[in-house]
T-cell receptor, first 116, second 114 residues
Framework: DAGITQSPRHKVTETGTPVTLRCHQT?????MYWYRQDPGHGLRLIHY???????DKGEVSDGYSVSRSKTEDFLLTLESATSSQTSVYFC???????????????FGPGTRLTVL | GNSVTQMEGPVTLSEEAFLTINCTYT??????LFWYVQYPGEGLQLLLK?????DKGSNKGFEATYRKETTSFHLEKGSVQVSDSAVYFC?????????????FGTGTRLTVIP
């Protein structure tokens, strides 16, 4: 257990509405990631963060923004949700080299988002 | 580019059968290789890993050997159990400065029947 929680765990929303997903960690890790999981694609990186206020785009960043105002929280925002963003979203942290599980990523339980 | 190809599923086996899930990769550098497992309704858990050529990762009876000459990291288990039913993901990570994000295969669903 890497102390990662995601909220909400399930959400149904309508096209065009804004949605924010939250990832919270308790271990003070520098790197955090947002992935989406879709059938036939595995997991794909949306955005990642390498520190407070430091973020960068991943493979499938269009339509998503992120913010990290404090170490423990990494927020993913869909400014105007579309049906193509229906997916399961996973947050992950990367443990530092000075900790057990060095350099490995550990995943949260996921958020299932449905956009109608 | 960097990518992972793993065998299409679903795979259905009887309990105590031998399991192989094939995984091959393409990488621009020298990757570390991973197998993750996702049990129903849960997030991904690291199953095993190997960080250099000829390393063997093992855990819970599962094994995979990093084969640089064939760019492969096939997952094997000698005798599967019903509790092994899950989706298995092969992944690579480049050990270089930067995001160090994982590149995943599409996943292989395994169902083990009693």
């Amino acid at each position: 257990d890497a102390g990662i929680t995601q909220s909400p765990r399930h959400k149904v929303t309508e096209t065009g509405t804004p949605v924010t997903l939250r990832c919270h960690q308790t271990e003070n890790h520098r790197y955090m990631y947002w992935y989406r999981q879709d059938p036939g694609h595995g997991l794909r990186l949306i955005h990642y963060s390498y520190g407070v206020k430091d973020t960068d785009k991943g493979e499938v960043s269009d339509g998503y923004s992120v913010s990290r105002s404090k170490t423990e929280d990494f927020l993913l925002t869909l400014e105007s949700a579309t049906s193509s963003q229906t997916s399961v979203y996973f947050c992950a942290i990367r443990r530092g080299l000075g900790t057990s599980g060095r350099g490995e990523q550990f995943f949260g339980p996921g958020t299932r988002l449905t956009v109608l | 580019g960097n990518s992972v190809t793993q065998m299409e599923g679903p795979v259905t086996l009887s309990e105590e059968a031998f399991l192989t899930i094939n995984c091959t990769y393409t990488a621009t550098g020298y990757p570390s290789l991973f197998w993750y497992v996702q049990y129903p309704g849960e997030g991904l858990q690291l199953l095993l890993k190997a960080t250099k050529a000829d390393d063997k990762g093992s855990n819970k009876g599962f094994e995979a050997t990093y084969r640089k000459e064939t760019t492969s990291f096939h997952l094997e288990k000698g005798s599967v159990q019903v509790s092994d039913s899950a989706v298995y993901f092969c992944a690579l990570k480049l050990d270089e400065a930067g995001a160090n994000n994982l590149f995943f295969g599409t996943g292989t669903r395994l169902t083990v029947i009693p």
